[in-house]
């Protein structure tokens, strides 16, 4: 299965207890960014275009704690920049296992396999590498030669090792349905223990602007894409809800929970989520009572906001939406690898 049965079961507790506290704002995961630096300059993210002495910042240990404990979500994803990048990335991950959070340490996997000895296997410790298709495609969008070899390379060396590891890739206008499958059938040889996978969202500082998708271009994508893993004609292991992926493919029809995935980086909590740059606020408390979350999510009429379908703002909702009784039995199905 491509979720952990230990985060599955802790997931799943935690929403149940959000819902029997009658909570209507509450995070599941943490986008924790210790730094904006990156040893890539890929065009569909905007991440490096800070000024230098933003790019030369860390947060602290302590300052990643102390947000984790803050924000409370089971669940922490760290993006960057490229977090191989931070001086003490094995602390900081080390200090968040040893709080049982569920950490996702996103990289582009140039550094993984030299920096592999810094980590120890766990449950609690997925590493996600960006992958963006086979390797012509994937070099082109990251816009460097012999990537994906050297990404490849680093998932077999985390694997033979212990780790988990699953793949992020981000799709852009132009994608092609059928090197998408072999995509995924490829990943799939290589062993992985799930995909995830989203539309790109036009991030305002990305310096291509040209080929993100639209709404109604995402569905008509994933539903070509998914359609052999929806007739059950493929066991891919995606790292998703499957009510997200059904979204994705328009089966379902949901607002975005931009709450449900809290950005905190160098600047603070970023409001009002992770792929807006609107200002910060100091505490998290004030980022979920100050903010005017009616301005946000498409029902709220935000053009920012039309053609977004990405997973930090609606895998929340379809969470919350497993966790409803018609919804528990192909949730819990997934999860045991009965159904998709």
Known sequence: MAIHFKQALTVGKYLMTQRLKGRKRFPLVLMLEPLFRCNLACPGCGKIQHPKEVL?????PQQCFDAAEECGAPMVSIPGGEPLLHPQIDEIVEGLVERKKFVYLCTNGLLLEKYLDKFEP???LTFSVHLDGMREKHDACVNREGVFDKAVQAIRAAKAKGFRVTTNTTLFDGADAKEMQEFFDYVTELGVDGMMV?????YELAPDQEHFLKREQTRSLFREILAPFKAGEKSWKFNHNPLFLDFLTGEKDYECTPWGSPSYSVFGWQKPCYLLDEGHYDTF???L???DWENYGRASGNPKCADCMVHCGYEPTAATDAMRPKNLARSAGTLLGLVN
Do not use: A, F, I, M
């Open 285 to 287: 408390k004030e980022l």
């Open 56 to 60: 030369r910042q860390n947060l602290t």
């Open 289 to 291: 009572e100050e903010t």
């Open 198 to 202: 989203s539309p790109g969202y036009s």
């Open 122 to 124: 766990s449950p609690y």
